[in-house]
C-alpha cells in the first residue's frame, strides 16, 4: 500500500462486473495523471442470465464469476498492480443476493468492488467516450449491456442527458428470444418490447424536427456486428439489416464459429442488434460508430 508521501499507485487495475462480461483493464499512471493502458481481458459468464425470472444469481455463474474476478487479479499482481479496484452493473443491481456476492467476492479475490447506479454507470459510459462525439452538434451513445443499455446524449462534446433502461441484450434474450435461431414472432416481440420501453421514456428520444449527427453502439454488440459486415468502425442502414437477416437465420453455435467469439456472446447478439435497429429507425442517425 502507499503512503500520503509515496503518491498514488502507478499500475491500477479495474474490473467492470457486467450482466454478459467480466472485463479488466490494466493501466500505468503518467507523471501528468494520464492512464495508458497495458492489458485488457475479458470473460463471459452472462451473470445476469435468468435474473428477471429468479430474482437472484445462478450459483453455478456466481462461481464461475469468482473464479474469473481471482484470475484476473493474479494477472493485474503479475503487472505490478498496486490497486485493483472494480465496479458491478445491473445483474448486480436487481440480484436479491448480489450484496452477498460482492462481499464474498471481495473476500475471496482482494478487488475492492462497488454496485454503481445506471446513471453512474451512464455518466462514465461518456467520460470514456467523450473524445469519440466532441465534433458531434447532436450525438447518441448506447452502450448495450446485458442487463441494460445507458443512453447518453451529447450536444456539442458535452453531456446532455444520461439514462439507464433494463433493456440488455441478456435480459431481452431471456424473456423474448427463446429459440437459437429465434423465429420471426420471437424477434418481432422484442422489436415492439424495445419500442415500448423507449416510448414510456419521456423526452429520451429526440423530436422529429432534430436531427442525430452520430448513434455509437458501445461495447461487444456494436464489435461484433461489425465484425460480422466485414466493418470495424461504422455500420450503415444496409448493411445492418443484411446483419439481423443473418442474426434471424443462423444458430448461435454457427455464429460463434464464424466469429470466434464465446458461444454464449453469440446467444446475446440478435436482442443486441435488435436495440440497434430500434434506435437506427426512430431516431436516424447521420451515422452509426462502433467502439469497443
Known amino acids: 500500500m502507499h503512503s500520503r508521501l509515496d503518491g498514488p499507485p502507478r499500475i491500477l487495475a479495474a474490473v467492470d462486473i457486467g450482466s454478459n ?15 495508458a493502458e497495458i492489458h485488457h481481458d475479458a470473460e463471459t459468464v452472462r451473470l445476469g442470465a435468468g435474473i428477471a425470472n429468479r430474482g437472484e444469481l445462478d450459483p453455478a455463474r456466481a462461481e464461475r464469476a469468482i473464479a474469473t474476478l481471482m484470475r484476473f487479479a493474479d494477472t493485474a499482481r503479475a503487472f505490478g498492480a498496486e490497486g485493483l479496484i472494480g465496479v458491478a452493473t445491473e445483474a448486480i443491481r436487481h440480484a436479491s443476493d448480489g450484496a ?12 475492492k468492488l462497488n454496485v454503481i447506479s445506471g446513471a453512474d454507470e451512464a455518466t ?24 441494460s443499455t445507458e443512453f447518453i446524449w451529447t450536444k456539442h462534446g ?3 442527458e444520461a439514462r439507464s433502461l433494463p433493456i440488455g441484450s441478456g435480459r431481452l434474450t431471456d424473456k423474448w428470444l427463446k429459440g437459437d435461431p429465434p423465429t420471426t414472432a420471437e424477434y418481432t416481440a422484442c422489436l415492439e418490447s424495445i419500442n415500448e420501453s423507449l416510448a414510456a421514456e419521456s423526452g429520451l428520444l429526440p423530436q422529429s424536427a432534430e436531427k ?5 453502439i458501445s461495447g461487444g454488440t456494436g464489435i461484433y456486428l461489425g465484425a460480422l459486415i466485414g466493418r470495424s468502425e461504422r455500420i450503415d442502414l444496409e448493411a445492418l439489416q443484411s446483419a439481423v437477416s443473418v442474426l434471424t437465420r443462423i444458430p448461435s453455435g454457427e455464429l460463434a464459429h464464424q466469429l470466434a467469439i464465446p458461444l454464449e456472446r453469440a446467444r446475446v447478439l ?10 437506427q429507425e426512430r431516431i436516424a442517425p447521420t451515422t452509426i460508430a462502433i467502439t469497443e
Request: no cysteine.
Open 158 to 160: 458535452s453531456l446532455s
Open 100 to 111: 452477498r456476492f460482492l462481499e464474498q467476492a471481495q473476500r475471496e479475490t482482494g478487488w
Open 270 to 279: 440478435p436482442a443486441g442488434a435488435a436495440v440497434v435497429s430500434v434506435l
Open 124 to 147: 462514465l459510459t461518456f467520460e470514456g467516450l467523450r473524445k469519440i462525439v466532441s465534433g458531434d452538434a447532436n450525438a447518441l451513445i448506447a452502450d448495450i449491456g446485458g442487463g
Open 21 to 35: 462480461t467480466v472485463k479488466m483493464t490494466v493501466a500505468q499512471r503518467g507523471d501528468d495523471g494520464s492512464l
Open 212 to 216: 442525430t449527427d452520430r448513434l455509437v
